[in-house]
């Protein structure tokens, strides 16, 4: 009897290398001490679907999105670039600059229709096709671009974007998005606004002898803690995509449970800190650690106006530190929404011109890196810009390719104060995380 067998839910039509449409300058880029840490070097994927108008000609599409992408590869050369380690001892990375291209690709599929991202995926990687290229290593010369328009089923498309990280930050890769979209939904020529600011030195720490490595022990991001219950194998495996969306009413619900039970009577909370603070402490309870176990928050700050002088507007690189929350899982469990809001608050105050500097050099020197045991890390996508990439109009999903632990906030389509989590869970904990989200009574 013949093996049957399962047709791909995406079949590729076309792969090729864009180049940039006109002359770049050729030579070697400097990546920057933040930029060339060992947690960043992957790839950030984001996926975008549209449902553009039934009059739309595919053909005429893909023709202005090469184009667009080819004119944006102008003013962001370094993305037609390949990304490697430097030869010299820093242990940092820079960009060869060579005008090498950066990869479009057109697919099809005869299963995805747009109301399948109405819900998160049933699987952390049942979308992984719709970005077809997946780089385990960014460093062995592989575009740091990558692009693809999947056609689906009811004429609707997915516009799936692998950016390696180290080039760039969420706010960078935003600013590139929206100028890639703009040239390719508008006007043929305009200039990127803000303009793209490459000067990677600037997060570079100043010259200065290398301290004792115990300096390191004042940063609780960088810190092992001990592993009471083989943390790792407990949160990824079997793991299940959740979506939750926080709208303006429940947010300002957590924020009034949190003031009230905020061990200083005079705090107030940002939506961020409430959020991360109710889905850390749903996520722990949900995964019954032990109660001594110490559980770490890692989430990005922002520092391009927490350094002086700040950074000029359109830089583009990593321009971010980690914040860290650290609580034992029983006191976060017990204390309460109003405690974990207060530390995700006071991890984000204790960021300055002084943090960022230790930060580089704990990176460039020391070669720190956040160890994963305990950890749980939020990445805010909702406040980017995302939502306003219009390849086809406004996109009616934001989101990632693949859905994994990492617990990402993401926009909402037509509900600027609403907030969507999705994180993927072990499914023994997917009812008992459902069911702590859900709680009033905090």
Excluded at 150 to 178: K, M, P, R, Y
Excluded at 229 to 256: A, D, H, Y
């Amino acid at each position: 009897m013949a093996a049957t067998t399962t047709p791909s839910s995406v079949r590729v039509k076309e792969a090729l290398l864009v180049t940039p449409s006109d002359p770049t300058p050729t030579g070697i880029l400097h990546l920057s001490a933040i930029d060339s840490q060992l947690f960043l070097r992957f790839t950030v994927e984001y996926l975008f679907v549209y449902r553009p108008p039934s009059a739309l000609h595919q053909a005429s599409v893909v023709t202005r999105v090469k184009s667009a992408l080819a004119r944006a590869l102008v003013p962001y050369y370094p993305f037609s670039g390949r990304v490697r380690p430097r030869a010299d001892v820093t242990g940092g990375l820079e960009v060869v600059c060579r005008g090498q291209g950066a990869l479009f690709i057109e697919a099809f599929s005869d299963v995805y229709t747009a109301k399948d991202f109405d819900k998160a995926p049933k699987t952390v990687t049942q979308w992984r096709k719709l970005l077809s290229l997946y780089v385990p290593d960014v460093l062995k010369g592989s575009p740091p671009l990558v692009v693809q328009l999947t056609w689906l089923a009811d004429g609707a498309a997915a516009v799936g974007v692998g950016i390696n990280h180290a080039l760039c930050d969420g706010i960078g890769s935003a600013e590139f998005l929206n100028y890639f979209a703009k040239l390719a939904s508008g006007p043929r020529d305009f200039d990127p606004k803000p303009r793209p600011v490459w000067d990677r030195h600037i997060m570079n720490p100043p010259p200065s002898k290398k301290n004792d490595r115990a300096k390191g022990n004042s940063h609780a991001e960088f810190a092992r803690v001990p592993d009471l219950c083989g943390f790792m194998n407990k949160v990824t495996t079997g793991l299940r995509p959740t979506s939750i969306v926080f709208n303006k009413r429940r947010i300002n619900e957590l924020k009034g449970i949190a003031r009230y039970s905020s061990e200083s009577s005079s705090s107030s909370y940002t939506s961020f800190e409430v959020i991360a603070a109710h889905v850390w402490r749903s996520w722990a309870r949900a995964l019954g650690f032990p109660p001594n176990q110490q559980l770490k928050m890692l989430f990005s700050i922002n520092v391009r106006n927490r350094v002086k002088p700040n950074l000029p507007e359109g830089y583009y690189g990593n321009a971010f530190v980690l914040g860290c929350a650290q609580s034992s899982a029983k006191e976060l469990s017990e204390k309460g929404i109003g405690y974990g809001s207060g530390l995700v608050k006071r991890a984000k105050e204790r960021v300055d011109g002084e943090y960022v500097r230790r930060v580089s050099e704990l990176v460039s020197e020391w070669r720190a890196s956040p160890d994963p045991v305990g950890v749980l890390i939020v990445s805010q996508w909702s406040r980017l810009g995302l939502e306003r990439v219009e390849f086809m109009g406004r996109p009616i999903h934001v989101g990632p390719i693949c859905w994994d632990r990492y617990c990402l906030f993401l926009p909402v389509r037509d509900e600027a104060e609403s907030v969507r989590v999705a994180v993927a869970v072990p499914t023994a904990a997917f009812d008992s995380y459902h069911r702590f989200i859900g709680e009033s009574n905090l």
